[in-house]
């Protein structure tokens, strides 16, 4: 005879307390979709950004496989005919001014085969890592709606772009021409090389993300006038790109991984379609060696940005130094792993991982990419320790994100030590990507 | 966990029981019944109570009939409101608490998509007196602990209500809440910009849902995303019944078989 597991009272809490938490991401991610496309925020950030639709998608196939497909296909619509991906697609039904710097700063033309207005930047290529999830979630479906087929040869364009045109180094690492780029638009890291740039004057612009948030968690208006001042001058260059365009270019550990990983999963990709995968392996191989050589420091552990103008590596402890945990093969995971349980970053408690050093003097738990969490950093850092085998370490981050997202709410981003919620409420990703990690159980 | 009815028009047997007997197989957690005018539904309150007594579920009724409280025929418009009320009483004895009976504004009365485009009644008036009809079964509805739930239809069978907002806003008028909002999945995808979105701002006046895909088939046999709406109808909260209307493709006791797997097999909650 056999008996029953008895099921533990707590045990029973978490899937009530899951079962309320899906339910409401859900909600947001039905609040903030757009007919074919998911704003990040419905207020701060009306129109589709880039690597936001990236982490949306992937959990956005648990609500609707379909919807996942169309995220991303909606993206690549507007991709450039360089290969580029722009980092925000413009609604044309949202007021031209809503957000700063909007379509008339741009001046995007026809660089996209459909003339859908775009900005002329890029964020971190988290899209074949996303477009893989979304056809995992519902092969069938994505089979019938053609999407890998339709997908990958956007995604290679994409790849090719951010290793031709922005290997600025030469030295076969994609560079980011902007902080924005980055995704951690306002990192520490990037304080050093921002301060050669000439600011806009301030009185050329409107900021239009103050109304939306408190001016001491955003960045300084002098800041500002750099980002708009190095977004200016590459307009003004047709959006070449060359050294000599780019007074800020930098090798960044979290852009270089994920367009590893994305290598990996573009393999992947090409074998499922009938395509040959080894070309794909050999970049991942490729880049991999490269990023090891120039931004690995062993006596660290950790991983740091270079400084392509300077040569110089940054030597700042934000979280990109920990996403190459998502490199498939990576020969230093542990050493990660055991940067990140440091005091630096103390992966055991800290919740979400913080964007940045918890030691340092100028760490600021409520300041963007400061100090804060966010959880697509988490989630990635996550979905590495499960590559590489930490499984009591990544079961442990995710029963504490979904604590803290049931405590908080869908936020952008958290006080990783108290829980407190910062910037925009009803964020997509994190409740995109909370739906993926109570589903990965 | 998602919960389905079924038409009985559509479910194969004799009588209320033998049909439910075959609904349970197929999965289903009730039936709806159909109320047909000149106080049919009234006369089968013999058979109704034995299906009841028997443990037959018969949460909600849909109206079957020509005209509607809508009718721009002063008569047709009385003879509607009366065979409602007497509907909503029915219902009420034999649904249990809660039950819900169905109605349009009209069907088939007129369409500004077809000749001659300008219906005989100004806005107005269609106005005033689909508030006046709503009134007054509201009113009944609440007597007897029920909810009445407007039906919007598509621009081609009705010119009066096509969508869950235009629905809503006469709901938020009269202000009764046994008044509430039937949303139908087959409507929504002609008249609604996003299904989904029109779902979630109705989310406090829904009271009734009815499934059949893009075509009018069943389930799965258009090209509904039924991910996503029934994904949004948990997250909203919705907890009623999804009560499956709709003409079948293929071999109809096959068919209606097959309907509640199709949707559960596409509902995205997470398990309790």
């Known amino acids: 005879m056999t008996i029953a597991p008895s099921l533990d009272v707590d045990s029973l809490q978490a899937v009530s307390t899951h079962r309320d938490l ?3 991401a859900r909600r947001v991610l039905v609040t903030n979709w757009r007919t074919r496309a998911t704003v990040p925020a419905a207020k701060l950030y009306p129109h589709q950004w880039s690597w936001d639709s990236a982490f949306i998608a992937i959990g956005l196939r648990h609500l609707s496989p379909t919807r996942a497909q169309q995220e991303l296909e909606s993206l690549f ?17 949202v007021a031209m001014d809503a957000y700063f710097p909007g379509p008339g700063f741009w001046r995007s033309g026809s660089s996209n085969a459909a003339a859908v207005p775009t900005s002329g930047i890029v964020q971190p290529p988290a899209h074949a890592l996303a477009a893989w999830a979304a056809y995992r979630a519902d092969p069938a479906v994505a089979r019938i709606r053609g999407f890998l087929p339709r997908m990958y040869p956007k995604l290679a364009r994409w790849h090719h772009y951010l290793l031709t045109q922005r290997d600025l180094g030469g030295a076969g690492l994609a560079s980011i021409v902007h902080p924005w780029e980055s995704g951690m638009d306002n990192s520490p890291a990037w304080d050093a090389p921002l301060s050669r740039i000439e600011p806009m004057p301030l009185g050329s612009f409107t900021r239009r993300d103050l109304a939306h948030a408190p001016a001491a968690e955003r960045p300084t208006d002098l800041d500002y006038g750099r980002y708009i001042r190095l977004a200016s001058d ?17 090798e960044d550990p979290m852009y270089n991984a994920l367009l590893i990983a994305g290598e990996h999963v573009l393999a992947d990709i090409a074998a499922a379609i009938g395509r040959d995968p080894a070309p794909h392996r ?7 060696s490269n990023l090891m050589n120039r931004l690995y420091d062993p006596a660290a552990g950790m991983f740091f940005p270079r400084d392509v103008q300077t040569g110089e590596v940054v030597r700042s402890w934000s979280v990109t130094g920990l996403m190459p945990l998502i490199v498939p093969g990576l020969p230093v995971a542990r050493d990660l792993v055991t940067t990140a349980l440091n005091n630096r970053f103390r992966l055991r408690e800290a919740c979400p991982l913080p964007s940045y050093d918890l030691t340092a003097p100028d760490y600021d738990p409520s300041h963007y990419w400061r100090g804060p969490g966010w959880v697509n950093t988490s989630w990635l850092f996550w979905h590495g320790l499960r590559l590489h085998g930490e499984t009591t370490l990544a079961d442990d981050l995710r029963a504490r994100l979904l604590q803290r997202v049931h405590e908080t709410g869908f936020r952008e981003y958290v006080d990783p030590l108290t829980g407190a919620g910062h910037g925009s409420d009803g964020f997509s990703w994190t409740a995109a990507l909370t739906l993926d990690l109570i589903r990965a159980a | 966990m998602i919960r389905i009815s079924c038409q009985e028009q559509l479910l194969p047997g004799e009588t209320l029981q033998d049909k439910w007997e ?4 197929a999965g289903y957690d009730a039936i709806e019944v159909r109320g047909r005018g000149d106080f049919a539904f009234r006369d089968r309150l013999p058979e109704l109570r034995r299906a009841a007594r028997d443990g037959v579920p018969m949460p909600s009724v849909c109206v079957e009939m020509l005209h509607f409280f809508g009718a721009f025929d002063a008569d047709l418009r009385r003879d509607a409101v009366a065979q409602m009320k007497s509907q909503l009483s029915v219902i009420a ?16 009365m007129f369409s500004r998509r077809l000749p001659p485009f300008e219906p005989p009644r100004s806005e107005q008036d269609d106005r005033a007196v689909l508030i006046e009809g709503l009134t007054e079964l509201g009113e009944h509805a609440a007597r007897e602990g029920v909810v009445l739930a407007l039906e919007p239809l598509n621009r081609y069978e009705d010119h009066m209500v096509n969508r869950i907002e235009q629905a809503v806003e006469l709901i938020d008028t009269v202000g009764l809440p046994s008044i509430k909002v039937l949303a139908d999945t087959y409507h929504m995808n002609i008249e609604e910009d996003e299904p989904t979105s029109a779902l979630v701002m109705a989310a406090a006046h829904l009271g009734h849902v009815q499934v059949s895909d893009s075509n009018r088939l069943q389930p799965g046999a258009g090209h509904l995303d039924w991910a996503a709406l029934l994904g949004t109808l948990d997250a909203i909260g919705y907890s009623g019944h999804l009560a499956v209307e709709c003409r079948l493709r293929g ?4 068919a209606v078989a097959g309907i509640p797997a199709l949707l559960r097999r596409h509902s995205v909650g997470v398990a309790a």
């Open chain 1, 282 to 288: 050999a970049t991942a191989a490729r880049l991999t």
């Open chain 2, 93 to 108: 004895e034999i649904g249990g608490p809660g039950a819900v009976a169905c109605t349009p504004a009209s069907y088939g």
């Open chain 1, 234 to 250: 590459y307009r003004d260059a047709g959006y070449t790109d060359s050294p000599s365009v780019h007074a800020f270019a930098i």
């Open chain 2, 22 to 25: 075959f609904a349970q197989r």
């Open chain 2, 251 to 254: 071999e109809p006791v096959t």
């Open chain 1, 22 to 24: 899906d339910r409401a």
């Open chain 1, 77 to 93: 619509g507007a991709q450039w005919r360089d290969g580029r991906v722009p980092h925000i697609v413009f609604d044309p039904g």
